[in-house]
């Protein structure tokens, strides 16, 4: 059974740090891309950070470029989102998923896998 589990979120002020973690099971993550997303209340989904299986380039959202990295650890079947110098405007939740196709960036109509999602909330 293929299953996706995110951890890592909760409260945090502005400026601060969180890594949120993505568990595979059920199937190897080597040959899938993966991505992070994320839904703020009464907003749509967006593509935050997305790296391909082929050869691990990333793509990341404008609004969060140097502020957050995505990282695969495929011994572990794991993929990580480091968020740092966070912002109240980054509270919502994160959401990894996965799609056999690569080239896509962060193309959400490919991604068919989803876990449940953490909450991420940056407020003082």
């Known amino acids: 059974q293929v299953q996706l589990v995110e951890s890592g979120g909760g409260l945090v002020q502005p400026g601060g740090s969180l890594r949120l973690s993505c568990a595979a099971s059920?199937?190897?993550?080597?040959?899938?891309?993966i991505g992070w997303f994320r839904q703020a209340p009464g907003k749509e989904r967006e593509g935050v950070s997305c790296i391909s299986s082929s050869d691990g380039s990333t793509y990341y959202a404008d609004s969060v470029k140097g502020r957050f990295t995505i990282s695969r650890d495929n011994a572990k079947n794991t993929v990580y989102l480091q968020m740092n110098s966070l912002k109240p405007e980054d509270t919502a939740v994160y959401y990894c998923a996965v799609t056999p196709y690569s080239g896509y960036g962060c193309y959400e109509a490919v991604f068919g896998s989803w876990g449940q999602g953490t909450q991420v909330t940056v407020s003082s």
């Open positions: 059920g199937f190897t993550l080597d040959d899938y891309a």
